[in-house]
């Protein structure tokens, strides 16, 4: 039986010089993308009329093809005047995800698994995506670690690390919960399977250093920064499951849904804290400040 392959949501995407609405087929079996991994993301949100921080979205999938060997063929200027564009074809009802993407169609002369940056493809895809923020959400420690630069392209933000997450998602799952704890390879907490994570001990923040085997994301430096500029101290530090099992409070955040607590570390329960509150609060009034289009 044959699977669907319609979009889930009203989707558009922006390929070849002109706007498609569904799921265009774009990637064929002899496409490098599909059978060795050659892509690379954004994402981005619009929602409430404003797309916070989508330059830096923009900006940031660019740097991401060129660690990958591809090339940049579109200005973030010019990707982020599309995603406007885009947005004007939807209601307004339901929030956005705006997705950058470039893949590589072959591999290099001589060496197939090796991408051929002449060969890169760009589309900009905009689907409908409910916010979920403040949600609650438990964690559980994965057995599954984040790899080092050494070992994967930790320096895009790639499809190809997402199959790790995944596992990591699922294996939770099958336990009871919702998301999991990640170590990097010397044993020390990095981030969630999805997300970037913050403890909070006697009113001081923490959240894990950036080390380059993880995602440090756009909305991760946006809450530091606000919780900063409103008078809180937060610290990027090298952290132990055993500092979070001792954290008066656990929260994460993404841009899928900003800022989210978490009611739960395995055996330990857990309160939504004021600062998880307070950090989404802070968000989202510096979000209506930003340019509405």
């Known amino acids: 039986m044959a699977v669907d392959t319609s979009a889930r949501t009203t989707t558009w995407t922006y390929v070849d010089g002109e706007w498609v609405s569904g799921n265009p087929p774009l990637i064929g079996p002899v496409s490098h993308a599909m059978w060795l991994g050659s892509t690379v993301f954004d994402g981005a949100r619009w929602f409430d009329g404003i797309a916070p921080d989508l ?4 900006r940031r999938v660019n740097r991401s093809a060129a660690n990958m060997g591809m090339k940049a063929t ?49 589309a900009l895809c905009l689907f409908e995506a409910p916010m979920h923020t403040a949600q609650p959400h438990s964690l559980t420690l994965s057995p599954f670690r984040r ?12 499809g190809s690390l997402y199959p790790n997450s995944g596992r990591m998602i699922l294996e939770a799952r099958a336990r009871g919960f919702d998301n999991a704890l990640v170590r990097d390879m010397n044993g020390n907490i990095v981030e969630t399977a999805s997300s970037n994570v913050f403890l909070v001990k006697d009113g001081v923040v923490f959240t894990p250093a950036a080390n380059r085997t993880f995602l440090a994301g756009i909305t991760r430096s946006r809450v530091m920064t606000l919780l900063r500029e409103a008078g809180y ?13 001792d954290a008066d409070e656990i929260f994460t955040s993404g841009n899928y849904s900003k800022v989210a607590p978490v ?13 998880a509150r307070k950090a989404l609060e802070l968000y989202m009034d510096w979000a209506r400040t930003t340019r509405v289009r």
Request: proline letters at 7%; a negative charge; charged letters at 30%.
């Open 74 to 122: 579109v200005s973030a200027e010019e990707i982020e005047r599309l995603a406007w564009e885009g947005v004007k074809k939807f209601d307004g009802k339901t929030a956005i995800y705006i997705k950058p993407m470039y893949w590589a169609e072959h591999g290099m002369p001589g060496s197939v698994v090796a991408a051929d940056p002449d060969s890169t493809r760009f």
């Open 263 to 275: 009611n739960k570390l395995d055996s330990r329960e857990l309160q939504e804290g004021p600062v």
């Open 55 to 58: 330059d830096a979205h923009c």
């Open 233 to 245: 101290e937060v610290r990027e530090v090298t952290l132990s499951i055993e500092d979070f099992m």
């Open 147 to 158: 790899p080092t630069p050494e070992c994967a392209m930790t320096d895009a933000k790639t």
